[in-house]
């Protein structure tokens, strides 16, 4: 009896043991991230030399050196960015592929009814990057010098007006729908497969009219190469001082900004996504990283969490209006 229970305590012990050590070792691999030896990729949804892209060569020079392991930028554009959001989810679910997302990933992902993954469940946002106003920036040959002007235009010619994006869906699309809903100016949408494309044709005159991220736009401004007609936010752009906001430009209604992410697949371990979090916030925080982007237009976040979740899930009900009362569809 008594070697019985002694056996079956000393299997209890080792059943005990196996399992802790199972548990310690799947924390030491949590633990260990990142590891040095192993590459880490950033994944932009859109082309080369968009906001989205700056950003993320900025964060994977600063995370490079945090780490103190290489950090690589890949554009994978397509979809309004949602090629290189299902990307991500195809990914090993270890924490060494991220995402700079946008608000067509996370919140406006409604206009597409046959997407091949769910963006709310299978994409998971660790921190808010950064936020910033757009600018609306008209050809130089296009006729007016304000949004008054730019509205009774586009009534007058209806389907003259055409705005180019970054895609369907993108921040730079959605802009132009809140403008459209809130002003009733007939404009048309011109979709590219990233926002460089639409600059060249902005440039060239072939469409007359975008909603684009300051970074893009600051140096054409200053350049005289195109017209900067307002900025989107709740306050003027310290960059473009000059330039009124949309609302003191007579739009009402029309006040909203973009923003980016970091993001990974929703697989990603909780302990792994903790990490990165942490760190991305870490690197956001410093006062290089920030004035960094504030020369670029754009104010550093750097949420918690659950501060980005909350975030995400208020800023998607709101595009959802937009979408819904626009009539807003990519099919």
């Keep these: 009896m008594n070697k019985q229970f002694t056996r079956r305590s000393w299997g209890l012990t080792a059943l005990a043991a196996t399992l802790m050590a199972c548990s310690a070792s799947a924390w030491s691999s949590d633990a260990a991230f990142p590891n040095p030896a192993r590459q880490v990729r950033i994944i932009v949804p859109f082309t080369a030399g968009g906001s989205s892209d700056v950003q993320a060569r900025m964060l994977a020079d600063r995370l490079s050196r945090l780490w103190e392991q290489t950090v690589v930028v890949e554009n994978k554009p397509g979809a309004g960015g949602h090629l290189g959001g ?3 989810t195809d ?14 990933l996370h919140a406006a992902y409604g206009i597409y009814k046959k997407l ?14 950064a936020e910033m106003p757009h600018v609306v920036v008209a050809a130089p040959a296009l006729p007016v010098k304000d949004m008054q002007q730019l509205t009774a235009l586009a009534k007058k010619e209806p ?14 699309h959605m802009m132009g729908e809140l403008y459209k809903l809130q002003s009733g100016a007939p404009i048309v949408h011109v979709p590219y497969r990233g926002s460089s494309a639409a600059l060249n044709d902005l440039l060239g005159n ?32 310290a960059a473009l001082p000059d330039v009124p906001t949309a609302t003191e430009a007579g739009i009402q209604g029309f006040e909203a900004t973009s923003w980016t992410t970091v993001a990974v697949s929703a697989k990603v371990p909780q302990a792994i996504v903790e990490k990165i979090s942490a760190d991305v916030r870490k690197v956001i925080n410093t006062p290089e990283f920030r004035k960094g982007l504030e020369d670029q237009g754009m104010t550093a976040v750097a949420n918690s969490l659950p501060e980005a979740q909350r975030f995400v899930a208020q800023e998607k009900a709101r595009w959802d209006r937009v979408i ?8």
Excluded at 324 to 331: M, N, Q, T
């Design 86 to 88: 299902r990307y991500v």
């Design 324 to 331: 819904l009362e626009g009539k807003v569809s990519a099919d």
């Design 159 to 172: 389907g003259t007006v055409n705005f180019g994006s970054a895609g369907v869906g993108s921040s730079v």
């Design 206 to 237: 072939q469409i007359q009219l975008m909603f684009e991220n300051p970074p893009t736009v600051l140096g054409h401004i200053r350049g005289g190469k195109m017209k900067a007609l307002a900025v989107t936010g709740k306050q003027r752009l």
């Design 91 to 104: 990914q090993p679910a270890d924490g060494y592929t991220l995402m700079v997302g946008s608000i067509g």
């Design 116 to 129: 091949s993954y769910n963006p709310a469940a299978d994409l998971r946002v660790v921190t808010v990057l």
